[in-house]
């Protein structure tokens, strides 16, 4: 009798830690079964795709035609275009900034919101290195140096010499203090050791009209907005500011050929929320990758002069980080600041 008694306790204690045993080694395969608890699991069923700028901007339409390629291969998830203009993608871009970073929000920019305007502004309500994880570059456009064809010049060589001639003050147009558009043109200029005066206009159909009257000597504006008028002759352009020849204009020669080292391509990125875990991003990578490689989107990019352009996130990082330099530079010479 007592020795059955006494081995009650050690039976019983055998089989707690049988059991115990058996639920950890089920809850580990459950775990391991269950793609919602890992980080690579993308996308939820709910994305919102955030756009700093309007409806109908390049940046609204790359996120847009990117959006409908994931919707197609995911169809039980919602891809939802938010665009939150304002402050020159600041607004936008910092709702990014301070959104949960699970994969559930993502943000397409600019060289704007990320690069210059952190030396535009004398604050910005984030940190561009500390409250944005890049993610992938998607797309490049390129820009043209154009000038109206009333100016009598068909080369970069001409333009200079008639911009370094003391006797002539030249104007150019932007379609904004601090845009690309006037960071590309004041480059120019700073390359060829010489002033032009700047002259802003709402966009780039205001551009190319201040051009065609001959308002304005030059511009460095999108190649979507000048090549029709290059085609009708009204507008010459001299130049695109890609790294090499772009597929678009192949007969333009860089600005590098032209003896100018001024690089301007304009791009999107996407980015996310800083803090969001590497293997997520590295998952959402993939995800966009695929999309940027896919015939239908590369077709639909190409009517706007756009090509696909993914990257790793290390590279695009890299990408802004070099792009900080060379803008901060061009900023300062040319005592270009908003407030």
């Avoid at 039980?76 to 959104?99: H, L, M, Q, R």
């Avoid at 709402?202 to 001959?214: E, F, K």
């Avoid at 929320?273 to 940027?292: K, M, Y």
Wanted: hydrophobic letters at 45%; aromatic letters at 4%.
């Amino acid at each position: 009798m007592l020795e059955a008694t006494g081995r009650r306790p050690r039976l019983r204690t055998r089989a707690m830690f049988a059991l115990i045993a058996l639920f950890g080694a089920h809850a580990a395969t459950a775990s391991a079964a269950e793609p919602a608890s890992q980080p690579n699991s993308w996308p939820p069923k709910l994305v919102r795709i955030v756009v700093p700028f309007s409806a109908g901007s390049t940046p609204d339409m790359v996120g847009r035609v990117l959006a409908d390629s994931l919707q197609a291969r995911h169809p039980g998830v919602s891809f939802v275009i938010e665009n939150k203009p304002g402050a020159a993608g600041n607004i936008g871009t910092d709702a990014v900034a301070k959104a949960r970073p699970d994969g559930a929000t993502l943000g397409i920019s600019i060289a704007g919101p990320l690069v210059i305007n952190r030396i535009l502004f004398a604050k910005l309500p984030y940190d561009p290195e500390r409250d944005i994880a890049p993610v992938t570059m998607l797309t490049r456009m390129p820009s043209v140096l154009a000038v109206p064809s009333s100016l009598g010049i068909s080369t970069v060589s001409d333009f200079i010499a008639r911009l370094k001639d003391g006797n002539k003050s030249l104007a150019y147009a932007s379609i904004g203090a601090g845009s690309l558009s006037q960071l590309c043109m004041e480059a120019i200029a700073q390359k060829a050791g010489a002033k032009m005066v700047h002259i802003p206009y709402a966009g780039s159909p205001n551009a190319v009209t201040a051009l065609i009257r001959g308002d304005v000597q030059a511009a460095c504006l999108p190649a979507i907005a000048v090549a029709p008028q290059q085609a009708s002759g009204a507008i010459r352009i001299l130049a695109v500011t890609t790294p090499e020849r772009s597929p678009f204009l192949p007969e333009i020669p860089t600005l590098k050929e032209s003896g100018i080292e001024v690089q301007s391509d304009a791009w999107n990125a996407l980015i996310a929320p800083g803090g969001t875990p590497p293997a997520l991003v590295a998952a959402i990578n993939a995800e966009f990758r695929q999309s940027l490689s896919e015939p239908a989107v590369i077709a639909k990019l190409k009517t706007q002069m756009i090509v696909p352009a993914a990257s790793s996130p290390d590279e695009l990082r890299k990408t802004l980080a070099d792009e900080k330099l060379l803008w901060a530079d061009v900023i300062r010479a040319a005592g270009i600041r908003i407030e």
